[in-house]
């Protein structure tokens, strides 16, 4: 059985232009880009080369997208008038205004850029030259035009109130658990909404090439079959902002709304795992399931690209690298990334192997698949026991149940990424809410 997943391969060679079915133009500080009509604007800027998207508020280091996912800075931009815009969150439209904050001058070189150059060993804007009369008012000044992100939106909007509303299943997060228990439930006949922050439903499994995929082909289509025939409401691009105790505070496209659902389930995934090493925060480091998402819609993030899978990493490195096979000079690597070449845009990477040796690899990309870190934040909210792992902060349940009428599943939980033990779960945890 086919999934339907709604993907884009094999992917053109690196350079070569896309082919868009829905194309309409959108502009970067006044240039036409163009775009498939819907997709990320992140995604549209990448394809078109413009990896350099942002600068970071204090020290004007270039950043660029690194998640495709609302987790980073690297793709604020002001968009039609709103500043501090998650551009990886937001379907690309004709016409949109994309314009990048926070510099002086040209994006790509940002005069004030040299604040990074002054201060090399870090600044305390809080303290410099306070107390001073006369200079503190000058550094102040300098410091307010210098640091933050983006101004103020061009009009103010007015106030909304959230809608209070009663609901009988409602599913955080649209990936396979989310999925997977959203089936079961529907089958048992439960009203059931699936609220998701992306674009379009799928999760992790959308990052994979389409052989990896397949593994998550029946989960994947018995919900959307559940969603053609009504019995699971799918709300991408919504956002479940918080837990007020069994109340869930959700901002999707119609508004605002706090549900209280009868049973809530919390399958909200896991983060990608970020690593601490120098020069992590180049454009073109990346996140292996960024990629691999924004590959299966036929953007490629470089010409040679380096992914570096480090202990208890994957899947989606080795899929990128499968995937990417003729369109692109990939290089796997499995060990842990030491330092980044390159300022603006990746040179190079240096990579200590399983041996211990150190050896550096041309790139202008570099991946990064490491081990994931469960998304716990609404579930500690929501009252949940966390046990501490190196990975991250993993929910603890009584078979699902965290709290009344409140269950979690799937890798937050600690759940492996995988297709059995997603539907094993899912029909586990079903029976709990049922009962
Ligand atoms: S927040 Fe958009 S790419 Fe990370």
Redesign the pocket.
């Known amino acids: 059985m086919s999934s339907g997943l709604e993907r884009r391969s094999p992917p053109s060679p690196a350079g070569s232009p896309r082919s868009l079915r829905d194309p309409v133009t959108i502009t970067l500080d006044g240039e036409p880009v163009l775009a498939e009509r819907g997709e990320p604007v992140?995604a549209a800027l990448i394809a078109a080369g413009k990896l350099m998207l942002a600068r970071s508020p204090k020290f004007h280091r270039p950043r660029g997208?690194?998640?495709?996912?609302?987790?980073?800075?690297?793709?604020?931009a002001r968009v039609d008038e709103t500043p501090n815009v998650?551009?990886?969150?937001v379907a690309a439209e004709a016409g949109m205004a994309v314009v990048s904050q926070n510099r002086l001058g040209p994006r790509e070189t940002d005069l004030l850029r040299m604040t990074d150059w002054f201060f090399p060993d870090g600044m305390n804007h809080h303290e410099l030259f306070a107390g001073i009369p006369g200079v503190q008012g000058v550094m102040q000044a300098f410091a307010r035009r210098v640091a933050g992100l983006g101004r103020m939106p061009a009009e103010v909007e007015a106030p909304r109130t959230a809608a209070r509303r009663s609901a009988d299943v409602v599913i955080v997060g649209a990936g396979p658990s989310g999925m997977a228990i959203a089936s079961r439930l529907a089958e048992h006949g439960r009203a059931v909404e699936l609220i998701d922050d992306q674009l379009a439903p799928g999760g992790g499994l959308t990052a994979l090439g389409s052989v990896e995929a397949r593994a998550f082909d029946e989960i994947y289509a018995s919900c959307m079959d559940h969603a053609t025939s009504g019995r699971i409401r799918i709300r991408s691009g919504t956002i479940a902002g918080g837990m007020y105790g069994r109340d869930l505070l959700v901002v999707g496209p119609g508004g605002a709304e706090v549900l209280e659902a009868r049973a809530l389930v919390l399958a909200c995934g896991a983060h990608d795992g970020a690593l601490a090493f120098e020069g992590n925060d180049v454009p073109g480091v990346m996140s292996a399931r960024?990629a691999g998402w924004l590959l299966a819609r036929g953007v490629l993030v470089g010409k040679r690209v380096v992914v570096v899978t480090t202990a208890g990493g994957g899947p989606f490195g080795a899929s990128f690298a499968a995937a990417a096979q003729g369109a692109a000079e990939v290089t796997l690597v499995q060990g842990e990334p030491l330092r980044i070449r390159g300022a603006s845009h990746v040179k190079a990477v240096v990579v200590r192997d399983a041996s211990g040796k150190d050896r550096e690899h041309k790139a202008d990309a570099v991946l990064v698949d490491a081990p994931r870190s469960p998304a716990y934040e609404l579930a500690e909210q929501a009252g949940a026991t966390m046990a501490h792992e190196p990975r991250g902060f993993v929910v603890q349940t009584n078979a699902g149940l965290i709290g009344e009428g409140i269950y979690a599943v799937g890798e937050m939980t600690g759940t492996p990424f995988e297709a059995r033990a997603i539907t094993d779960e899912a029909v586990r945890v079903s029976q709990v809410i049922r009962a």
């Open positions: 992140a997208p690194s998640c495709m996912r609302a987790a980073c800075d690297g793709c604020l998650m551009t990886c969150m960024a």
